[in-house]
């Protein structure tokens, strides 16, 4: 069976620092990964997938991932926050492009200080 | 553009008591979901909808109960509440094999 782990709660960064939320994945194939952003009171927003190709995805809002199958991660970047980034994210793993099989992290709640 | 719409977006029971927690899109997808959000847990699948007049369970459908309207609506009806399923309830949307889900704003449910 398929899982995701977010190794962080919380975090918090300073606006204009850069970014980096950690995904880890366990699944034995070649996994399709999602970013899901959640703005406090709202649903969720898709930020990025992965499906194939190139192992560095640009999402919205300046938001980039990098796949990296020998560490089994999907890390979130960003190099400038900015205040309106506060918002819990979740990492996603399916086994296919079927939002069906879709398995959801635990999510990280991302701090601004201004 | 609306999207996903929910209602109600909070809802306070009494444990026993039923409700509906009620989903609508307009973008023409065929899947739908209901997922339940609680704190740590992440979202977890209730039931999806692949299509109009199908539905199947998720990961935790003890307690609930789904119908597919049509295209367009679908349904989550808790026939007799119990204080573990107070919690953040979202529906969502999705074209098959695109991966991407369109959420709702989420509806606030706590049972006393």
């Known amino acids: 069976a398929q899982s995701v782990t977010q190794p962080d709660i919380h975090i918090t960064v300073s606006e204009g620092a850069s970014l980096e939320l950690r995904c880890n994945y366990s699944?034995?194939?070649?996994?399709?990964l999602f970013w899901y952003v959640q703005s406090p009171g709202q649903g969720l927003q898709l930020l990025l997938k992965?499906?194939?190709?190139?192992?560095l995805v640009q999402g919205i809002k300046g938001f980039e991932a990098e796949f990296k199958r020998s560490q089994s991660s999907f890390n979130l970047r960003k190099p400038s926050v900015h205040w309106s980034d506060a918002a819990e994210y979740f990492c996603?793993?399916?086994?296919?492009?079927?939002?069906?099989?879709?398995?959801f992290g635990s999510g990280t709640q991302l701090t601004v200080l201004p | 553009n609306a999207g996903v719409t929910q209602t109600p977006k909070f809802q306070v029971l009494k444990t026993g008591q039923s409700m509906t927690l009620q989903c609508a899109q307009d973008?023409?997808?065929?899947?739908m979901y209901w997922y339940r959000q609680d704190p740590g847990m992440g979202l977890r699948l209730i039931y999806y909808?692949?299509?109009?007049?199908?539905?199947d369970k998720g990961e935790v459908p003890n307690g609930y109960n789904v119908s597919r309207l049509n295209k367009r609506e679908f349904s989550l009806r808790l026939e007799s509440a119990a204080p573990s399923q107070t919690s953040v309830y979202f529906c969502?949307?999705?074209?098959?094999?695109?991966?991407?889900?369109?959420f709702g704003e989420g509806s606030r449910l706590t049972v006393l």
């Open positions: 969502a949307s999705s074209e098959e094999g695109r991966g991407e889900l369109f």
């Open positions: 699944y034995g194939a070649t996994p399709y």
């Open positions: 992965y499906f194939s190709g190139d192992t």
């Open positions: 996603a793993v399916g086994a296919s492009g079927s939002a069906r099989q879709l398995t």
């Open positions: 973008m023409n997808h065929n899947s």
């Open positions: 909808s692949a299509s109009e007049g199908t539905t």
